[in-house]
T-cell receptor, first 107, second 113 residues
Framework: GIQVEQSPPDLILQEGANSTLRCNFSDSVNNLQWFHQNPWGQLINLFYIPSGTKQNGRLSATTVATERYSLLYISSSQTTDSGVYFCAVGTGNQFYFGTGTSLTVIP | EAQVTQNPRYLITVTGKKLTVTCSQNMNHEYMSWYRQDPGLGLRQIYYSMNVEVTDKGDVPEGYKVSRKEKRNFPLILESPSPNQTSLYFC????????????FGAGSRLTVL
């Protein structure tokens, strides 16, 4: 299967700070999504972004498919951004997840 | 409300006692899949289904069965659960096509003693 590596594994931020999360993958994919798992365990889709750049409020994401990586930017972080961020890549009907970045935002 | 519903949310059982975790979606999605989440390993795909009566193995199918007799339902069956199947399980669905955006259920925490 495809290997997915996320960095950093853990991140602690002061409220209001910015951060960049990275996702590297080992092979060509036709699907890439970012998810946020909140402290209650819910997985929420943030972006579907197999290539290019998208923005949604304080969050944005960029995927460079030819170089096999994706970045998730969080600006002006808030305590509600805390949780684990997962990158998932897909080929055909199979999906592979990274081990996540655990983000803690402190007031 | 568009959603994926899993039941039970929490279950403690014993080794060898067959159990089924149900998954239902109300979005008329063709694609459904099951994952398990374990500490340090992220989510791993167990099985997926492209449509009714069409299922296939994911990365970690051993010890699990699935069926897709109706489009909305995709149950996960553990015929003889073992302690190494203690995990947090998620069901997801998507409309397929060019934008396979996954919508996840709330998760089912299973403990096998």
């Amino acid at each position: 299967g495809i290997q997915v590596e996320q960095s950093p594994p853990d991140l602690i931020l002061q409220e209001g700070a910015n951060s960049t999360l990275r996702c590297n993958f080992s092979d060509s994919v036709n699907n890439l999504q970012w998810f946020h798992q909140n402290p209650w365990g819910q997985l929420i889709n943030l972006f579907y972004i197999p290539s290019g750049t998208k923005q949604n409020g304080r969050l944005s994401a960029t995927t460079v498919a030819t170089e096999r990586y994706s970045l998730l930017y969080i600006s002006s972080s808030q305590t509600t951004d805390s949780g684990v961020y997962f990158c998932a890549v897909g080929t055909g009907n199979q999906f592979y997840f990274g081990t996540g970045t655990s983000l803690t935002v402190i007031p | 409300e568009a959603q994926v519903t899993q039941n039970p949310r929490y279950l403690i059982t014993v080794t060898g006692k067959k159990l089924t975790v149900t998954c239902s979606q109300n979005m008329n999605h063709e694609y459904m899949s099951w994952y398990r989440q374990d500490p340090g390993l992220g989510l791993r795909q167990i099985y997926y289904s492209m449509n009714v009566e069409v299922t296939d193995k994911g990365d970690v199918p051993e010890g699990y069965k699935v069926s897709r007799k109706e489009k909305r339902n995709f149950p996960l069956i553990l015929e003889s659960p073992s302690p190494n199947q203690t995990s947090l399980y998620f069901c997801a669905s998507s409309g397929g096509g060019g934008a396979n955006v996954l919508t996840f259920g709330a998760g089912s925490r299973l403990t096998v003693l």
